[in-house]
């Protein structure tokens, strides 16, 4: 994982974070919008990170 998207996900994992204390409701559409995204991330970095090991084999 490269260093922006090391950043990115620290930075939406922090805006998740707040988002939650903000409106005290996990189940808030703003709080499962960042949620998502991070999740989206996540799968891609995942899937980044299986396509690179099954190179190397």
Same mark, same amino acid.
């Given at each position: 994982?490269?260093?922006q998207t090391n950043r990115r996900l620290e930075w939406l =994992?922090?805006?998740l974070v707040n988002e939650a204390i903000r409106k005290d409701d996990l189940l808030h559409h703003d709080v499962l919008v960042l949620s998502q995204s991070l999740? =989206?991330?996540i799968v891609e970095?995942?899937?980044e990170? =299986? =396509?690179s090991l099954e190179r190397v084999k």
């Open positions: 994982m490269d260093n =994992r922090g805006e999740d =989206r991330l970095v995942q899937t990170k =299986r =396509r």
